[in-house]
């Protein structure tokens, strides 16, 4: 079993801003990929962001050059550093692992971006 945490969420006026982090416990060591998903009212979940184990990264096209996606070994963290918001980007976030055989997610955190 994995346990994520999500944290960082926030109010934040546009062209702001956040660090969302996404501590993570438990078999941390069979994560093969990690990510960021969002879901925004009356909308389906979407990719935001995904750093495999070996460090790669994929970003939706919405995202790249905003978003930047990190990972803390040492910590078991996960990161997403969101710069230059826009009202488009408020959502709830989550954080995702996944290993071979299972997909795990944390509660969410909402990111609320103000114009």
């Known amino acids: 079993q994995v346990q994520l945490v999500e944290s960082g969420g926030g109010l934040v006026q546009a062209g702001g801003s956040l660090r969302l982090s996404c501590a993570a416990s438990?078999?941390?060591?069979?994560?093969?990929?990690m990510g960021w998903y969002r879901q925004a009212p009356g909308k389906q979940r979407e990719l935001v962001a995904t750093?495999?184990?070996?460090?790669?990264?994929n970003y939706a096209d919405s995202v790249k050059g905003r978003f930047t996606i990190s990972r803390d070994n040492a910590k078991n963290t996960l990161y997403l550093q969101m710069n230059s918001l826009k009202p488009e980007d408020t959502a709830v976030y989550y954080c995702n692992a996944r290993t071979r055989v299972n997909n795990y997610w944390g509660q969410g955190t909402q990111v609320t971006v103000s114009s």
């Open positions: 438990g078999i941390i060591w069979s994560i093969n990929v």
């Open positions: 750093i495999t184990s070996g460090g790669s990264t």
